[in-house]
């Protein structure tokens, strides 16, 4: 979602702020801008403009923006449309300049009562409340306690970065819901939306937990808590290259993540397992004594994740023979949950800081779990830091809004839990180690099918003129159907669907013509003369379809369809082998396209707000 960041220095913190909001144009944006504090008359210079961080850093060659204090923001638009107006940061009186990420709830009614106290609006967003709020408070308080007493105000998650010619040697930090980080420097420093948009000023860091308020000046940090008592948190240091954010040969973050899974998925199996069995120690100490009394799955994820969940629905299901029910986040948070005892509450997230992952992780809190277990990327993430147990992805950095390596190695994740509870209920030392053992060679099958991606991108040219493909998929290829539809969709912007191969007779079957692409995964498993049979049905109704599959399957290209062979592979791996060709096809057709591939319209790397 928004990014933002601020800096406290004595030095000119323009160029630091330009720079770390560079840093944050993978989370998605549409547009841009800086407040500064002039270091000699004190007022605050303020540059905003629509799109590209690109176009604010030349917006600054002709407008002075330099000094000591300053914010700066990359806008994610949820209330108003995308406009010079409504980019941040916001003003009140002059005395005030304001950046936010999340959304307030009740900004409305705040609203009202400001336009009745005689404050005037200059944009449709939510944010500017905050600022005006804010502002009502500054004359009979000093600058941390107004920020407090307005977040009494203020209903919803955000964060605020906050500064006032008023208080010209302050920055103020929020946290309320979204995630904020202080990057500790010598007498200089920073908040930011996360670390990476700090990688070159600072390699300490503190993260702000709920309801923290943090003053900033060049003498320290100060934090309180939500009712404003003075409290510690710690420091950590974190040791980010510089060369992980790089594209190196790649044309794009998402084809050099594509790219990178193999090792990805290696990093995440390290220290895992040993002799070919899983080490159940890797979920958390305590991790064996609960998975003792485990009877029933409960998943919980967006987006991606939330099909990486219905992966991990089979897997615990078919090894463990236990239920798993598998739930969007958005969804689930308003339901009114029937929990069974003995259940484990697993949430997937790349970020961990996920605004629907989250409320529904803190619902289940509240309700009869006997466990929760947050399966993330982020070690220092708000999920992270309230779940039980964890596993670490161990992805890396993803810069691409369209998820590739996060999404392989939270199915990763969920292979191994499922060895872990299959377990207590009947699987065997030796199907054990054959699954381990398949998995210790996946990354290298995974780096085979990556030798398909120039024929893969011979075939994406077909895709230049359409509008609309189908995906099929059967079983436990299903939900690697709808991720591959996803992708495609995503990034190319072609209306893609998924659905089980057979319930084409029921209602796709009367979309499929000449025009409407059809992409079936067929890996050699038990449903695969089913799916052939599906696969007849369009090559009857002159579909042109494109397959993925095994050499052994006997299938072959024909007048109707193309086949592109992959490595064989242990079946229970197929959804990750599977996965890869699926990605590229989205990347190329993207390509062709001409799209933003990293950064596609209307979407952001991490959703933080619901």
Request: charged share 20%.
């Amino acid at each position: 979602m928004c990014g933002i960041v601020g800096a406290i220095a004595q030095r000119d913190v323009a160029p630091i702020l330009l720079d770390s909001l560079k840093r944050l144009e993978y989370r998605g944006y549409d547009s841009a801008g800086m407040a500064v504090l002039h270091p000699e008359n004190l007022t605050i210079q303020r540059i905003r403009t629509l799109g590209k961080v690109s176009q604010l850093a030349q917006a600054m060659t002709t407008q002075s923006s330099s000094g000591y204090v300053g914010i700066a923001h990359t806008r994610w638009a949820t209330h108003g449309k995308p406009s010079e107006a409504n980019a941040h940061p916001h003003l009140s009186s002059d005395d005030i300049a304001l950046v936010h990420n999340g959304i307030i709830e009740n900004y409305a009614n705040i609203r009202d009562q400001l336009i009745s106290l005689g404050y005037g609006f200059a944009s449709e967003t939510d944010t500017e409340v905050a600022a005006h709020t804010i502002h009502k408070y500054l004359d009979k308080n000093d600058l941390l306690h107004a920020v407090y007493h307005a977040t009494k105000e203020l209903q919803g998650a955000y964060a605020l970065g906050i500064l006032s010619r008023k208080f010209p040697n302050q920055l103020i930090a929020v946290r309320r819901g979204s995630p904020l980080v202080i990057g500790l420097g010598t007498n200089e420093f920073f908040i930011a939306s996360d670390t990476m948009a700090l990688l070159p000023v600072a390699q300490k860091f503190i993260f702000l937990e709920e309801g923290d308020i943090a003053s900033v000046s060049r003498n320290g940090v100060e934090i309180y808590d939500k009712e404003l008592q003075l409290v510690e948190r710690p420091i950590h240091t974190i040791d980010l290259k510089q060369d992980i954010i790089d594209r190196g040969e790649y044309r794009h973050y998402m084809e050099k993540e594509i790219f990178e899974q193999p090792q990805a998925i290696s990093d995440t199996l390290e220290g895992r397992i040993a002799n070919e069995k899983l080490l159940e120690q890797s979920f958390g100490v305590n991790a064996s004594e609960l998975f003792d009394k485990i009877k029933r799955v409960h998943i919980v994820a967006c987006g991606t994740s939330y099909h990486a969940g219905l992966v991990g629905q089979y897997w615990i299901e078919s090894l463990a023979k236990i239920p798993c029910t598998v739930n969007v986040a958005s969804e689930y948070r308003y339901r009114n949950t029937v929990v069974e005892s003995d259940t484990l509450f697993v949430t997937l997230s790349q970020s961990g800081e996920t605004a629907d992952t989250l409320a529904a992780l803190r619902k289940a809190k509240t309700l009869n779990y006997l466990a929760t277990l947050g399966i993330c990327n982020v070690a220092e993430s708000s999920l992270v830091r309230e779940s039980e147990l964890v596993f670490m992805t161990r992805a890396g950095i993803e810069i691409g809004v369209a998820s590739t390596k996060a999404f392989t190695t939270q199915l990763i994740s969920l292979i191994l839990l499922s060895i872990a509870l299959a377990r207590r209920h009947g699987l065997t030392t030796t199907e054990e180690n054959q699954i381990v053992h398949a998995l210790q060679h996946l990354p290298k099958t995974l780096e085979q099918a990556l030798t398909s991606a120039e024929a893969i991108k011979q075939l994406a040219c077909r895709f230049a003129d359409k509008e609309h493909a189908l995906f099929l998929g059967r079983g436990i290829e299903y939900p690697i159907a709808m991720e591959g539809a996803l992708k495609l969709k995503e990034i190319s912007y072609i209306h893609a669907e998924a659905y089980p191969a057979g319930e084409l007779k029921h209602g796709p079957l009367a979309l499929v013509d000449k025009n409407m692409p059809v992409v079936a995964v067929a890996p050699k498993d038990e449903l695969l003369e089913k799916l052939q049979s599906n696969l007849s049905e369009v090559q009857a109704r002159g579909g042109e379809l494109i397959i993925f599959a095994e050499k052994n399957t006997h299938l072959a290209d024909t007048k109707e369809s193309t086949v592109i062979y992959l490595p064989e592979i242990h079946t229970l791996l197929a959804p990750i082998l599977y996965t890869i060709p699926l990605q590229l096809l989205a990347y190329h057709v993207a390509v062709i396209k001409g799209t933003d591939v990293d950064q596609p319209r209307n979407l952001a790397k991490s959703v933080t707000v619901e």
